[in-house]
């Protein structure tokens, strides 16, 4: 049988923006004296109107996190709500702008656990001209978990990182995602993780990691998620700007503290699927997830159900966005799917450095229409035409390598191009990439003498693959001149004098 609830219209101006409690959105036990204003239809309990001011928003894409509808030409939406449903968000079309709600984006109501009567959840947009081109801040691991990280983070790294943002604006609109962990297990530090990042004064979306799950519960992956999911909301969904279709997922199954894999439910690429059913093949997709899904240099690796992620990608221009290793890493999957795996913005555990001897940083990409224009890792406090380190003879490394230089160029993959000239003569085009591990060596010439105190458990230590050999023709008196080009048609150039 039909059933019928009733809303007042003057809640119609008041929704999404002047923070109304969930229970004013959930109408209950309507006087039959209101206006009709939804008719809701056999089989749906989650109903609810998109508007820009008193206009529809007609066509966007609605989802509990099961199932996905279109809004009418009324702007209303309905659903049968999944039973283990947190939230309905919106995917936010192209031509509106990203609602914020106390600094950061707000594309989601939380669902209550009683589903006896239906639920309402009305959302207002604000119309705006399609913006084709714009700049993307993605961050990784920020990772605050005690005083002194907070304070690293409020004092030195976020109005270092701002003023890079407000310097970017000056081209075009920028956004940002910020790659999960977000803190380091103390689930406590959200609130303050969110106060800083709202300093940068862009929408800034947030993706869930290992370190976000609380470490308190334990073989329950559904509600361990539950402090985030309160801070920030879903731990997947998707949204649009320009010509990019923004996809969030949550690759991490957690069982425990240390007891972790990265796997993809079977629910969020059924969502994913549903999803990508109202996306145009010519749209590019930037898909952000805290683990790696591969690696150039140990394919075996990251998420364990991949494949099936790659093949509903399949078709589309895609660029994955992923942190959790601490250092830089770059795989081609396909010949349409890339994937950045990004230094974070704590280097590693709060040094100078990430582990894989890149300096603490986070990424810049510019796009216009659907394609990808210039990307670059951008050093926290550093330039962003500093992309090379080069150690001397035997700074690097303790291995039989010691006669020559190691370069490492931090955002390098396949597709670069590096050549060596020795008092600008050119010698050599670089080829063969090492996979060694950083040491003190390398930390110690890295900051000269200005090095800070040892601090063995927070000093790069990880393999990278992205360092390079060269053997001088001299060992004294000569300049060795590194420069490496990126396929965008940036060069970077380095020099050391022996």
């Known amino acids: 049988m039909t059933r019928k609830i009733f809303f007042k219209l003057l809640t119609l101006s008041l929704l999404f923006f002047i923070g109304c409690s969930e229970d004013e959105r959930l109408v209950r036990n309507p006087a039959p ?48 709500a999944n039973e283990r449903a947190k939230f309905v968000f919106v995917s936010v079309p192209s031509n509106y702008e990203i609602p914020m709600e106390n600094g950061l984006p707000k594309i989601y109501y939380a669902l209550p656990a009683d589903r006896s009567e239906v639920m309402r959840r009305d959302f207002s947009l604000k119309k705006q001209a399609v913006v084709n081109k714009f700049q993307l801040l993605a961050l990784a691991d920020v990772q605050i978990g005690q005083t002194v990280e907070l304070s690293w983070l409020r004092n030195t790294e976020i109005p270092l990182i701002a003023e890079y943002a407000n310097s970017m604006k000056t081209e075009s609109p920028v956004y940002g995602i910020s790659l999960g962990d977000l803190v380091w297990d103390n689930m406590a530090y959200f609130p303050e993780y969110a106060t800083e990042i709202k300093r940068l004064q862009l929408p800034v979306f947030q993706v869930i990691g290992n370190h976000d799950h609380d470490r308190t519960v334990l073989m329950d992956d559904y509600n361990a998620a539950r402090q985030f999911e309160a801070n920030f909301g879903p731990t997947y969904y998707s949204y649009n700007i320009g010509d990019c279709h923004f996809v969030v997922l949550d690759n991490v199954n957690f069982n425990g503290h240390s007891d972790y894999s990265a796997h993809i439910t079977q629910n969020q690429l059924d969502w994913l699927e549903e999803d990508l059913k109202h996306v145009s093949k010519d749209k590019l997709i930037i898909l952000g997830t805290h683990i790696y899904t591969s690696r150039r240099d140990r394919p075996n690796l990251g998420v364990s159900n991949k494949e099936d992620l790659y093949k509903l990608l399949e078709g589309y221009k895609v660029r994955i966005l992923t942190g959790h290793l601490h250092n830089n890493r770059m795989t081609t999957i396909s010949e349409d799917i890339e994937e950045n795996n990004l230094g974070s913005v704590m280097g590693a555990f709060w040094n100078y450095l990430c582990n894989d001897g890149s300096p603490r940083g986070y990424a810049v990409y510019e796009i216009e229409g659907n394609e990808i224009k210039n990307w670059y890792y951008k050093g926290t406090d550093q330039s962003k035409d500093y992309q090379i380190k080069i150690y001397k003879p035997g700074q690097a490394v303790t291995t039989s390598r010691q006669d020559g230089v190691i370069v490492n160029i931090f955002a390098w993959h396949t597709n670069w191009t590096v050549k060596v000239y020795e008092n600008d003569v050119y010698k050599a085009t670089l080829t063969e990439n ?37 053997k001088p023709s001299a060992t004294t008196g000569i300049t060795i001149k590194v420069e490496a080009e990126d396929p965008y048609g940036n060069i970077y150039v380095e020099s050391v004098t022996l």
């Open 33 to 80: 004296e209101e206006p009709t204003d939804i008719v809701v239809k056999e089989g749906m309990n989650l109903v609810g109107k998109l508007t820009d001011g008193d206009t529809p928003v007609v066509g966007a894409v609605v989802s509990d996190g099961y199932t996905t509808t279109l809004t009418d030409e009324e702007g209303i939406y309905q659903l049968g």
């Open 434 to 470: 090492l996979r060694f591990e950083m040491d003190r060596d390398a930390y110690d010439a890295y900051f000269g003498d200005e090095k800070p105190a040892h601090r063995p458990s927070a000093e790069p230590e990880a393999y990278n693959d992205h360092m390079f050999y060269y």
